[in-house]
């Protein structure tokens, strides 16, 4: 069973950075990030594809850098110039075969979560 490890999560204020860390039990073909907020549906962040092919949320467009160690089969999300909009559960997801990789609900495997908490 393929496991998902996150790490990095905290609260910064607005303007700040963060940098999270999705460590994998094995290689995934394509792994990223989703968010969601209390009360709101999921949302898909940011996915790396083999090769390093990454897909960005128009909303986080040139704040949000996603990249793939896969020596280490581990994935990260640099944040910066956080937005108190962007507070939220930030979960880590693998292996969606959709031509849409920021559609959540295809991914197959999910890790627990690390909260984001950007104070204005």
């Known amino acids: 069973r393929v496991q998902l490890l996150e790490s990095g999560g905290g609260s910064v204020q607005a303007g700040g950075s963060l940098r999270l860390s999705c460590a994998a039990s094995e290689y995934m073909y394509s792994i990223g990030w989703f968010r969601q907020a209390p009360g709101q549906e999921r949302e898909g962040v940011a996915v790396?594809?083999?090769?390093?092919?990454?897909t960005y949320a128009d909303s986080v467009k040139g704040r949000f850098t996603i990249s793939r160690d896969n020596a280490k089969n581990t994935i990260y999300l640099q944040m910066n110039n956080l937005k108190p909009e962007d507070s939220a559960m930030y979960y880590c997801?693998?292996?969606?075969?959709?031509?849409?990789?920021?559609?959540?609900?295809?991914?197959?495997?999910w890790g627990q979560g690390t909260q984001v908490t950007v104070s204005s």
């Open positions: 790396i594809e083999d090769h390093s092919r990454a």
């Open positions: 997801a693998a292996q969606s075969y959709s031509s849409d990789v920021l559609r959540w609900s295809d991914y197959h495997y």
